[in-house]
């Protein structure tokens, strides 16, 4: 039995800032939360600066990092990068997909990540051939996060097909395991532990046939476990869809049973007012991830009208241009206030919800995400005294970490009451620039 007492300068207790907060954890769990405690208690370990409940990155390919700052030449659409990402994805093997994603999750934690929900497709080897172990590759990033030290949900994800009624590209080989039972079969083997969870996804209505998204569906609901898919990113998915099935691609998933409150919508950038209402309706989530969606010039989802019809929203780095969550939240703002030319969308509270309970909720870790008694002991920490965030006062501390903040001031983050990130430092991963360089640079060559 492991039990530690962290001395919080200032804590978000999910309504307001509290000054001087004792929190008592005990085996990864947080036991009691003491406020009013001016000063450290004795061995306590004293984090100074605001402390957030960890923060949830529910949304990562974490093969895209390689990309970062090698797709900005000249101009194109989401399509033309897809060609790229694809000529990354071919290279991946279960070793270099490890080494990368270890440095990748790490610097998650440097940037107060505690979980990330990965949206898992390439399982096989080259020419889809399975390895020795099928699900080699997943157990590849399971172990990465391990070593990282943060938590992980598997998304495990159905990718049969490259468009409605074709076959796999060559590309889309290793994604794809002939058909849906085949997925499930090999999907069922993955276990959990105690900081991996195992999920599905839906890749999008283009690549699982429509006779065939009641199976993952089934699995999920079975299992009781978090349900993921793209949706709507591109307009040329919907006319596709709309071709061939005469309904869009929400319609689709709610003809299927796919749409409910353990499934998470991803981007849900074009929709129409009826898609709106069945995804609210149904408590369907949705995952935005606005430094992507700008990056590839997906558009600007209606996340305000998505969550006012009663889809709760999580946030994601997805392709991993940037990895910062306070970003994200903020971008999720920002991006409504140049679609509307108004203000104030949601409160920075609201956003912090969104990349924390609602985002690990999302994740299937519901005992994630605040800081109170029996909650997961995983939390975070931003600096007040950088060139950011010096200057307003720790009572307004939630609009300073949304507004003002990064994942640069991020000091300290702490997964299952233990010490991932200290005073800026991994202490798991002692170089993550070097490691994250070494990675890349083994894919390229």
């Known amino acids: 039995m492991t039990t530690k007492t962290y001395w919080l300068e200032h804590a978000w207790l999910d309504t307001h800032v509290e000054p001087g907060v004792a929190l008592d954890t005990n085996d990864g769990r947080i036991a009691a939360v003491r406020t009013a405690v001016p000063t450290p208690p004795p061995g306590a370990e004293i984090l100074r600066g605001l402390t957030l409940p960890g923060l949830a990155n529910a949304h990562s390919h974490a093969f895209h990092r390689a990309l970062r700052g090698t797709v900005q030449v000249g101009s194109g659409t989401f399509w033309t990068w897809r060609e790229v990402m694809y000529s990354v994805a071919d290279r991946l093997t279960p070793e270099t997909y490890h080494t990368l994603a270890r440095a990748v999750y790490a610097e998650m934690a440097l940037a107060g990540v505690t979980s990330v929900g990965e949206f898992h497709y390439?399982?096989?080897g080259p020419g889809g051939i399975p390895y020795a172990d099928p699900n080699a590759m997943g157990e590849a990033l399971i172990a990465a996060a391990a070593e990282a030290g943060i938590r992980i949900t598997l998304l495990d994800t159905a990718y049969l097909s490259s468009g409605f009624g074709q076959p796999p590209t060559t590309h889309q080989l290793r994604f794809s395991d002939g058909d849906a039972e085949a997925w499930a079969e090999r999907s069922s083997v993955l276990k959990e532990?105690?900081?991996?969870r195992i999920g599905a996804a839906i890749h999008s209505v283009r690549a699982v046939p429509a006779d065939q998204l009641e199976t993952v569906a089934r699995w999920a609901e079975e299992r009781r476990a978090p349900l993921h898919v793209h949706l709507s990113e591109q307009t040329a998915e919907n006319e596709a869809c709309l071709e061939a099935h005469g309904c869009t691609p929400t319609q689709l998933l709610a003809l299927h049973g796919v749409l409910g409150p353990r499934t998470t919508g991803v981007h849900n950038t074009h929709l129409t007012a009826e898609d709106i209402s069945l995804i609210g309706g149904s408590g369907t989530g949705t995952c935005m991830c606005p430094?992507?969606?700008?990056?590839l010039?997906?558009?600007?989802?209606?996340?305000?009208?998505?969550?006012?019809?009663?889809s709760p929203l999580s946030l994601g780095s997805d392709s991993h241009a940037v990895i910062d969550l306070l970003e994200e939240a903020r971008a999720m703002?920002?991006?409504e206030r140049l679609r509307t030319r108004t203000r104030g969308h949601w409160t920075a509270a609201a956003l912090l919800r969104a990349a924390s309970a609602d985002g690990h909720a999302a994740l299937g870790w519901d005992e994630a995400g605040t800081l109170e008694p029996g909650a997961l002991a995983d939390f975070t920490t931003i600096a007040l005294d950088s060139v950011r965030t010096a200057g307003p006062l720790p009572r307004l501390g939630a609009e300073t970490a949304v507004f003002a903040a990064s994942a640069a001031d991020?000091?300290?983050t702490v997964v299952a009451g233990r010490h991932v990130v200290r005073d800026g430092a991994h202490t798991l991963v002692p170089?993550?620039?070097?490691a994250l360089a070494d990675a890349v640079e083994a894919l390229r060559a």
């Open 333 to 335: 703002e920002l991006n």
């Open 193 to 196: 532990r105690d900081h991996a």
């Open 297 to 310: 010039a997906d558009g600007i989802g209606p996340a305000a009208a998505l969550q006012n019809e009663g």
């Open 291 to 295: 430094t992507t969606e700008r990056d």
């Open 122 to 124: 390439v399982h096989h």
């Open 431 to 434: 170089d993550v620039p070097k």
């Open 410 to 412: 991020v000091s300290h």
